[in-house]
């Protein structure tokens, strides 16, 4: 069955310092890559997605992923993090069969200022 | 601004009740699918429909229902609550191929006390 894997359940940073969430899916075949934002008390937001081409994606907020297929990997990053930063991260998947998203576990990103 | 609509926002109840999650999107969206997400926890996937009159049980086993009468509207219904229920349930929908990603509403945050 596929599966999303998020290494890191919390991360706590200090503004400034760089961010790199990582994520692993485990299914072989065509796959289109997500990661979503959940800001405490808001909905999920898409942050960057991968389809094909440029394996380095950017998305919004400053925010870049880049997929390695030979790892299964999609690891998101940020060179500087904010105090807004501070949310749920979910990485996700869908695979080219069934078209349904699967969601990783989340990690919770808290800023300190 | 979300074309997904989520009510209510929050509905605390008493065990036994019957309660309707409603959802509806103004995308035009042919799939639609309703997620399932405790504190702090990944989402997982109870049901989807891939358009009207079509629904399907998602990968986590749920005791809800969902109909899908009209291409906009994919309520949710559970017919006796219990505590277990508690939880937060997100509806989303997505465009043909879901390639674009989905667009999340809101959410409703369910307490049954």
């Known amino acids: 069955a596929q599966s999303v894997s998020q290494h890191n359940h919390h991360v706590i940073l200090s503004e400034a310092a760089s961010l790199e969430l990582g994520c692993n899916y485990s299914?072989?075949?065509?796959?289109?890559l997500f990661w979503y934002v959940q800001y405490p008390g808001q909905h999920l937001q898409l942050l960057l997605k991968y389809f094909s081409g440029d394996p380095l994606v950017k998305g919004i907020k400053g925010f870049e992923a880049e997929f390695i297929k030979s790892k299964f990997s999609f690891n998101l990053r940020k060179p500087s993090v904010q105090w807004s930063d501070t949310a749920e991260y979910f990485c996700a998947v869908i695979s080219g069969n069934t078209g349904k998203l699967i969601f990783g576990q989340g990690t919770t990103l808290q800023v300190k200022p | 601004e979300a074309d997904i609509y989520q009510t209510p926002r929050y509905l605390v109840i008493g065990t036994g009740k019957k309660i309707t999650l409603e959802c509806s999107q103004t995308?035009?969206?042919?799939?639609m699918y309703w997620y399932q997400q405790d504190p702090g926890m990944e989402l997982h996937l109870i049901h989807y429909s891939y358009g009207v009159n079509s629904t399907e049980k998602g990968d986590l086993s749920s005791e809800s229902t969902v109909s899908r009468i009209r291409t906009e509207h994919f309520p949710l219904t559970l017919e006796s609550a219990r505590p277990s229920h508690t939880s937060q349930y997100l509806c989303?929908?997505?465009?043909?191929?879901?390639?674009?990603?989905?667009?999340f509403g809101s959410g409703t945050r369910l307490t049954v006390v």
């Open positions: 299914y072989g075949g065509t796959v289109n």
């Open positions: 989303a929908s997505s465009s043909p191929g879901g390639g674009s990603g989905y667009t």
């Open positions: 995308m035009g969206h042919d799939k």
